[in-house]
Every structure is written in structure tokens, then in C-alpha cells.
């Protein structure tokens, strides 16, 4: 899974023609492909077009034969701080191998296989890092996953060691049913990604604004410009604040009220950067306690990231720009005809208002998607100037609007309780808890708790970490608890007597050594061995009987919570007063007596509890065991003595 040399946050996907399909000759393949692009990009118009993509949208180039890579469609996009981007280009993805059956797709992203990490709680175990290679894909809508050989028979179709990308697509387009993931990785993904288009109206958020006409007429013309100027603002420099202080494409001298669509991710990055206008850009802010100063607040911001934009822009724009903007390109037309096809313009009337609207959405759509496609880098701020220095506004028109505006949407998302962080973690990670058996049953009650670490501890490790019982291992480990525990008491010397019969003779005359050198340092606390080739411990046993005894007379046994103290039966009064004395001075056998043992389950859980406690709610080593084992903690856990 792991993809060296990828850049952070961009996902990169492959359409590949599925094996077996006619394809004409070198030249006519690409401009097929190409055709099919604009056929894709056409068949989802209605997703597309009003999306608003955090740095780069979703676009599709042609890429011809090279290396194992047959003739395909790749695609690259930025998403910078918005996860959700991604995922909805898997969504798009998804989509796309449903309505086009003749082609298999892939996506990637500096993580490699991010699909098998969402879904890691329900693949098979030998899906690693390093044998996912070339065995990821999504086809007729669903995730697949070429499986390893199981059987002799299994080896014609799918081969036993990493498979080419060639053999790959191969088995995927020739063996779906074998290669098709199981219902819970599908569903896992399909909960991940959610229901498109739907999830959009939640995607997106609506706010109040004061801007000038100027901005207000950009964001009527292209909503999706939004997202530049936030970004421009939200990464802006000392160089970039001095174009603030004049405002010389957005005079601040008059200001309306608008109504803006942001994604949750802009307006949330818009909203949580503090800033103060200079007072030489004219910039008139009411007070904090003013109702209108959110609105004030977030249209300057805003206002300001659009000054960016023009004026790191190099100037006006080329001949070869301002040609871009007619529809007499093949390619256009072909997107064109497709659209219409689609039903993109609905029942709209050619030549209408509604429809010149639609027209030019979806013209600055495949504008800004065959650019990129191109390798070249979007201009945004000379899409700003081309609106200014195109457009006209009725100042009037736009006061009058702004007096008539839907309510802003409830920005209480932003604020999340522990109570709805705990529901998200569980309905993110709740699977899990139940998949782990009596794990994921535990509940804050102490004596679970105690039961959830002696399980977690009984589980089985390695250095790739502590794992869990698997319910759905495909070969149970074969493993002799009897070989291996007369192995490590053998090793030890802590057989007892059961030491094989075989090892007996080979071992008697070490055996015979050790015992006359355990005679002679009897008084050292050596082995004390017996003719039978049995061992006692006994030096072990007296070793930590002073070390226990030494700590007893210290302040760390204090430390410990112990089982509550026995009552001894009464001395006998008519005990000699002599016996009595000697007794006190022989302390090593009184202090054995007075030893109380260590209550190691209120041990473990007041030491979790305080740890808990002490890291007052972030996370740190408690939380994350505890999680692991799905326990939750009582929440006045820094009270319970």
C-alpha cells in the first residue's frame, strides 16, 4: 500500500480499457479514448458541474502505451485540507466503471492503497503493504481484490506471486466473481463514502456576507471561485496583505449583502482566521456585539482573498486565453452533444436565461477541466479580471437582493460535545468493537475493565504490534501448547520432573555435577538437584523472598493497594517470654508472615484511571489502550479512589 514519492493530499486514479475489448489501430485508440473521456466527463455534468472542489476538480487525460501501461485515462487531483474530495472522486469512480463496464479503475494516494486502510477490519490478513501491489481495483461498481491462489486449481487463474498490471486487469475483467471483495469491505467503503447526491447539500454551507458589488457579481457568475479566493487568503503573505491595504479592483466604498456557498472545509478555514483590515483599505467593521459583524467579519475575508487573486495575476490575458473562451473547439462541441444527450439542459428552451446558465457552467467546467488536463496550471485570477472586465451590475438591483435573502445555515457543526465525538468514534470504529468478541461487549464497569486487559494481554503479538482474535482467519495457526511449554521449561530449568525420557540419560552426568556444586554452595543459594534429575527452584524462591522482604521495609509496598488484612489466630499466652523474644529477632521469617499480597486487579485499575485522569480528556497512552479494547471509561474517573 505504501506509494513512495507521491505528493501529499492528491489522489491519482487509472481508467484502463478492460482486456479482451476490439480496440482500432495506435492513432484511432487514443482519439477513441478521448472521446470516451468526454463522454465520462459528460455523464457526470450533473455531479460536477455546481461541485465546489477545495484546489483541483476532477479531469481526465488521454495517456498512451508505455511500459507495462497500456493506452488509458489517468486523472490527478489536489484536495488539500478537504478529505471529502477524495472520496468523492472514489464515488465518481465507483459510478463510472457502474455506467461504463468496459473499463477498470484504480486509485491511489501518497498512503498507496487507501481503499484496504478504510477497509483494513475486514481484509484478509495477508493483504500487506507489500503484497497489494496490482491487486486493487474497482469494477462494475464494486471494490475488487485479486485473491492469492488457494488450491493447485485456483493457480490457472490467478498466480501465486505479485501479478503484473497486464495480468492483473486480465483476471479482474476475465473472473470478477472470484476477484469481487466481500460485503462487509463494500460496505465499509460505501458507508465511507455516503450517498452522493445527497451528502452534497451537507457538503456545502451557506453564509451571510458584506461584499463589494464587484465580488458579489464574480460569485453570481462562477460559485466555484470561492474556493481560490479562500485558499488565496487562507495562504496569504506579508506581500499579499500590502495588495489589501488599496482594494483597487474591489473598491470598499460600498458594500451589499450577499448570500455565499461555501464547502464546510472553506467556510470553516474562512471563518477561524483571525483578521484585522487596515484602516487605509477603507474598511468600515460595526463592533463584535453588532449582529451584522459575523457577516461583516466574513465578507472582508473574503473580499480580500479575491484582491489576491487579481493581483497575483500577471495581467491580461492572452490571445490565446481570450479564444479559449468560444465553443468552436471539436471537443467542446463533442462534450456539448453529450450533454444534451444526458438531459443536462433538461427541458430548457435553447437561447433562454436558464438555459445560457446551464451553457456556462458547464463551459467553465470543461475549461477548467481540460486545462489541467493539459499539465497547465488554472489562472484563477484572470477568470476574475475576464468577469470584471466583461460584466455589469445594478448596484441598486443588489441592495434590493440583499434585503430579500434566505436565512444562513446553523453553523453548530462546527462545535462538536464529547458526547457527539464518542458517537462518531463509535459509529466509525463500533464494528470493530463487536468484532472483537467479548472485547467489544466491555462497558465502563471496573471489574470488565480488569477482564478487557487480561484479554488484551492473553492476545497475540509480534513487532507489527498487539492483534486481536481474528473471526475470519482463513487457515487457524496450528500451534503445540504442551511441546512449547516443555521446550521453554527445559530452557528455564523449570521442568519439575517432566523432562523426557530421552533427555534424562544425556543429562545425568550434568545433572550429577550441578548437584555436588549445589551441596557445596548449599549456604549460596545454589540449585539443589535430586538424584531423580528433578530441580527446585528454591534459590529463585529465597532470592525473591529477601527482595520482598527488603521492599517492605520501604515506601514502594506502600504504594500498592493489598488484599485486606487476615486475622491471625491469638499467640498463646502461655508462650515462653524467651521464645517469644527470639522469635521478634529472627525478622526474616516474622516479615514473611506480615507480607499481604498485592491486590494486582485494584492495582491495574486505579493506575489506568489516574492516567486517564491525568491526560484530562486529549489522548495519550490510557485512551488509546483502552480504546483498543473498547472500554470506556466513567467520566468522573479522576473521583473513583
Not at 5 to 13: A, F, I, L, N, P
Not at 146 to 165: D, H, K, N, W, Y
Not at 311 to 326: F, I
Not at 359 to 368: F, G, N, V
Request: proline fraction near 7%.
Amino acid at each position: 500500500m505504501a506509494a513512495a514519492g507521491r505528493q501529499e493530499d492528491v489522489v491519482e486514479y487509472f481508467l484502463y480499457p478492460a482486456p479482451g475489448k476490439t480496440t482500432p489501430g495506435k492513432g484511432d485508440e487514443n482519439s477513441s479514448l478521448e472521446e470516451q473521456a468526454d463522454k465520462i466527463l459528460a455523464h457526470l455534468s450533473p455531479l460536477l458541474v455546481d461541485y465546489i472542489w477545495q484546489k483541483e476538480p476532477f479531469n481526465l487525460r488521454v495517456v498512451t502505451a508505455k511500459g507495462e501501461h497500456s493506452p488509458h485515462l489517468h486523472g490527478r487531483t489536489h484536495f488539500g485540507d478537504n478529505i471529502e474530495d477524495e472520496w468523492f472522486i472514489v464515488h465518481l469512480l465507483l459510478q463510472i466503471t457502474a455506467s461504463f463496464p468496459d473499463y477498470i479503475a484504480r486509485v491511489l494516494d501518497n498512503d498507496g492503497e487507501f481503499l484496504l486502510i478504510e477497509a483494513a477490519e475486514h481484509i484478509p490478513q495477508w493483504l500487506t503493504p507489500d503484497t497489494s501491489h496490482n491487486r486493487v481495483f474497482l469494477f462494475h461498481g464494486q471494490l475488487h481484490i485479486i485473491p492469492q491462489p488457494r488450491s493447485p486449481a485456483e493457480i490457472a487463474c490467478v498466480p501465486a506471486g505479485t501479478p503484473s498490471l497486464r495480468q492483473a486487469l486480465d483476471i479482474v475483467s476475465r473472473y470478477p466473481g472470484l476477484t469481487v471483495a466481500g460485503r462487509p469491505t463494500q460496505d465499509t467503503i460505501i458507508r465511507r463514502i455516503g450517498s452522493y447526491p445527497e451528502k452534497m447539500h451537507v457538503h456545502f454551507h451557506h453564509a451571510h456576507c458584506y461584499l463589494p458589488p464587484g465580488v458579489v457579481t464574480v460569485l453570481n457568475h462562477s460559485p466555484a471561485l470561492v474556493a481560490p479566493a479562500v485558499q488565496a487568503f487562507y495562504e496569504r503573505d506579508p506581500l499579499d496583505m500590502k495588495a489589501c491595504r488599496t482594494m483597487k479592483h474591489f473598491p470598499t466604498d460600498t458594500c451589499v449583502r450577499a448570500r455565499v456557498r461555501f464547502t464546510r472545509c472553506l467556510y470553516g478555514q474562512l471563518l477561524q482566521q483571525r483578521f484585522t483590515p487596515d484602516k487605509r483599505s477603507g474598511w468600515t467593521v460595526p463592533p463584535p456585539s453588532h449582529p451584522d459583524h459575523p457577516a461583516w467579519d466574513l465578507g472582508i475575508k473574503l473580499a480580500c482573498g479575491f484582491e489576491i487573486l487579481c493581483c497575483r495575476s500577471p495581467g491580461s490575458p492572452t490571445e490565446a486565453e481570450t479564444d479559449s473562451s468560444n465553443i468552436s473547439d471539436v471537443r467542446w462541441q463533442r462534450y456539448l452533444s453529450f450533454l444534451t444527450e444526458k438531459g443536462y439542459f433538461k427541458s430548457e428552451l435553447e437561447g433562454s436565461k436558464r438555459y445560457k446558465e446551464l451553457l456556462e457552467s458547464a463551459r467553465r467546467h470543461y475549461q477548467e477541466t481540460a486545462t489541467i488536463s493539459c499539465d497547465r496550471s488554472v489562472d484563477h485570477g484572470q477568470e476574475v479580471l475576464n468577469i470584471l472586465r466583461t460584466s455589469t451590475w445594478d448596484l441598486k438591483q443588489l441592495q434590493a437582493a440583499g434585503k430579500h435573502l434566505e436565512p444562513p445555515d446553523d453553523d453548530s457543526w462546527l462545535a462538536m460535545t464529547p458526547g457527539d465525538l464518542d458517537a462518531m468514534l463509535e459509529e466509525q470504529y463500533g464494528g470493530f468493537y463487536r468484532k472483537s468478541g467479548d472485547l467489544g461487549e466491555a462497558s465502563s464497569t471496573l471489574g470488565n475493565m480488569v477482564d478487557s486487559m487480561k484479554a488484551f494481554v492473553d492476545n497475540v503479538s509480534s513487532h507489527e504490534g498487539a492483534e486481536f482474535p481474528r473471526m475470519d482467519e482463513d487457515q487457524p495457526v496450528d500451534f503445540d501448547v504442551d511441546s512449547f511449554s516443555q521446550a521453554m521449561e527445559r530452557i528455564l530449568g523449570l521442568t519439575n520432573g517432566r523432562i523426557d525420557e530421552d533427555d534424562e540419560d544425556e543429562d545425568d552426568g550434568l545433572m550429577e555435577s550441578e548437584s555436588d556444586s549445589s551441596e557445596e554452595s548449599e549456604d549460596e543459594g545454589e540449585y539443589e538437584i535430586g538424584a531423580d534429575g528433578s530441580t527446585e527452584d528454591t534459590a529463585m524462591t529465597d532470592y525473591m523472598d529477601q527482595m520482598d522482604q527488603e521492599l517492605a521495609r520501604t515506601y514502594v509496598g506502600k504504594s500498592f493497594e493489598k488484599e485486606p488484612p487476615q486475622v491471625k489466630p491469638a499467640s498463646p499466652k502461655d508462650l515462653p517470654m524467651g521464645a517469644a523474644n527470639s522469635n521478634k529477632q529472627e525478622g526474616d521469617i516474622e516479615d514473611e508472615d506480615d507480607i499481604t499480597p498485592v491486590n494486582v486487579d485494584l492495582n491495574l485499575v486505579k493506575n489506568l484511571l489516574e492516567s486517564y485522569s491525568s491526560q484530562q480528556g486529549l489522548a495519550g497512552p490510557a485512551t488509546n489502550i483502552l480504546g483498543t479494547m473498547g472500554v470506556k471509561p466513567p467520566e468522573d474517573a479522576d473521583e473513583l479512589d
